[in-house]
């Protein structure tokens, strides 16, 4: 008995994934998302940097099944300034995801561009847009089906019967956002002072509806991922402290995320005399009816890297012991915003 119910558990989900609905309709998603900006709006290109670079990992589900795994690349930058300050900006971002005992591999390539109109001293709106391509894949041969229990057990010499594709795809996509960014009294890393700095944010990702499934003569898309999100940094007075929050929700068919989170972050050392200044931060960011976050990052003049770690507080977690997922980035950008003379936050 238990055999047919781990068969007919595995072909609803087999089933899930090449009709494209459920979870696997949906994209990726980062805790550290803000780090990772590229995912969030492709107005983000060039938005706080001249140059960023960022990498990112996530390993997901390690104690329920086979890990789920993430990894992200971005660079972005200025490309081209007006006298007045607007200016031009372009990215790359790509990311590999693998998930679960059939292999799961989803590779999505994308370039970026926007432009940046400066609207008043340190403030601009940004329009972007993405174009790049999915590919999609599957390895079935770790797939049992109902119709291969012979009565007694498993038996993988018998036919499947199954009905579905190719093993993989390959679909163009496409979106577009909009961002407003904001630096009000430039110097919060190395002169104090009450600093405000930040973006908001609207986008669409999936604008095309690209084909998401294996199955033959199906019509299934993918629904757009509308995103709506605003982080930030706020000086506190003339003290070596700020605080960073942040809010996204997205919105991808009937599914739905809201991150809200919040950084203390302590400036231990100002750009001076000729000396690069770093700062360290601990927060945490609430996954709503999801998971709860432990977050640490630290910057030193143009590096950062961070860390955190997903505590499951859903139903799940009697499955996961609590245990959700492991994220970690690393991330170069230039101008130095701890460096000496610099005027320039990181957001």
Not at 155 to 161: F, G, Q, R
């Amino acid at each position: 008995m238990n055999s047919i119910v781990k068969i007919l558990k595995i072909k609803v989900i087999v089933l899930m994934i090449f009709s494209g609905i459920s979870l696997n309709a949906q994209d990726i998603h980062f805790t550290q998302i803000q780090y990772f900006p590229l995912t969030l709006n492709p107005a983000m290109s060039g938005a706080n940097y001249a140059l960023s670079g960022n990498l990112i990992y996530r390993n997901q589900w390690k104690a329920v099944a086979a890990p789920y795994n993430t990894f992200g690349l971005s660079v972005d930058g200025r490309v081209n300034k007006s006298p007045k300050g607007h200016f031009f900006a372009a990215g790359l971002k790509f990311f590999n995801d693998n998930t679960g005992d059939l292999s799961l591999k989803t590779n999505d390539v994308t370039l970026n561009g926007a432009y940046h109109l400066r609207v008043d001293q340190g403030q601009f709106i940004g329009i972007g847009i993405y174009a790049g391509i999915i590919q999609k894949s599957i390895n079935m041969q770790n797939a049992q089906w109902d119709s291969q229990y012979d009565g007694t057990q498993y038996n993988s010499s018998l036919p499947n019967n199954e009905n579905y594709g190719s093993n993989t795809f390959i679909v163009p996509d496409a979106g577009v956002g909009i961002t407003y960014s904001f630096d009000k009294n430039e110097g919060l890393y190395n002169r104090g002072g009450q600093n405000m700095k930040g973006n908001i944010g609207f986008s669409a990702f999936h604008v095309n509806a690209p084909s998401y499934t294996f199955l033959k003569d199906s019509k299934d898309k993918m629904p757009i991922r509308y995103v709506a999100f605003a982080n930030g940094d706020i000086g506190l007075g003339k003290s070596n402290f700020a605080l960073s929050p942040l809010i996204v929700f997205q919105l991808q068919g009937a599914s739905q995320e809201l991150l809200t989170g919040l950084y203390g972050k302590y400036i231990f050392a100002k750009a001076q005399q000729g000396k690069s200044g770093g700062s360290i931060a601990l927060g945490s960011i609430y996954r709503n009816k999801d998971a709860v976050t432990s977050n640490i990052v630290l910057e030193y003049d143009s590096y950062t890297i961070g860390f955190s770690y997903d505590i499951n507080i859903s139903q799940l977690k009697t499955i996961s012991r609590g245990k959700g997922a492991m994220e970690i980035f690393i991330r170069y950008v230039l101008p130095s915003p701890y460096g000496p003379g610099s005027s320039k936050s990181r957001i």
